[in-house]
């Protein structure tokens, strides 16, 4: 019963494609979050999102767009990618309730190369 | 000068060592910080968390915040072959908030 799942696990794909990273959690949680793992094993956050409000770090390309067809699901999609755009990427989500701290559990990463 | 910075190792000790993991950071208005362990790949998972200055203990685990120094450590007693992962520091500004500043991480080998 995993609690945040991502799938694929592993995506290679060459220059210029369109993919799509599906994440999942059954925690409940409303609020969920792409982050962008490098090589350097930087975390940073691409997006936070729940169903009234998406957050975007402004250092995003705009070829990266969050889409949520409901609370329990958050994919990634990537449009035009490129070389540098390989890394692991993670899935999060967190409970947004006032006067909770705001634990995130993280989903076992995508990696993505592409060539 | 990055917001948040971490010895990146490798570190690597002897099985029972204490362990001391440390970050520092540049944004004063930091009020919650946490450490993440992530295994080899793997996601991160919560470890520690903490609002204030002063020290948490939790088992082998000790975190401790010196907010004047702008300065976090995680300290790790009788370190297990276990413990070898990449500990990660992060940190907000709002205690419940969402938005975390991660450091890069120093990757810890515990060696039986």
């Known amino acids: 019963d995993t609690a945040v799942s991502q799938t694929p696990k592993y995506l290679v794909t060459q220059m210029g494609n369109d993919k799509s990273i599906k994440c999942e959690q059954n925690?409940?949680?409303?609020?969920m979050y792409w982050y962008k793992q490098d090589s350097k094993k930087f975390l940073k956050i691409m997006f936070s999102?729940?169903?009234?409000?998406?957050?975007i770090n402004e250092t995003v390309p705009n070829r990266f767009s969050p889409k949520s067809p409901d609370k329990a699901h958050l994919n990634l999609h990537i449009n035009s990618l490129e070389l540098g755009d390989s890394a692991v990427y993670f899935c999060?989500?967190?409970?947004?309730?006032?006067?909770?701290?705001?634990?995130?559990?993280f989903g076992p990463g995508t990696r993505l190369t592409v060539t | 000068q990055k917001e948040v910075e971490q010895d990146p190792g490798p570190l690597s000790v002897p099985e029972g060592a204490i362990v001391s993991l440390n970050c520092t950071y540049s944004?004063?208005?930091?009020?919650?910080f946490m450490w993440y362990r992530q295994y080899s790949r793997k996601g991160p998972e919560l470890l520690m968390y903490?609002?204030?200055?002063g020290n948490k203990e939790d088992g082998r685990f000790t975190a401790q915040v010196d907010k004047s120094s702008k300065y976090i450590s995680l300290f790790i007693r009788d370190s297990q072959p276990s413990d070898s992962a990449t500990y990660l520091c992060?940190?907000?500004?709002?205690?419940?908030?969402?938005?975390?500043?991660f450091g890069p991480g120093t990757r810890l080998s515990v060696l039986p």
């Open positions: 999060a989500s967190s409970k947004r309730e006032a006067g909770t701290r705001r634990e995130q559990y």
């Open positions: 925690l409940g949680h409303d609020t």
């Open positions: 999102y729940n169903n009234k409000e998406l957050i």
């Open positions: 944004n004063s208005a930091f009020q919650y």
């Open positions: 903490t609002y204030s200055s």
């Open positions: 992060a940190m907000s500004v709002q205690v419940y908030g969402q938005n975390f500043v």
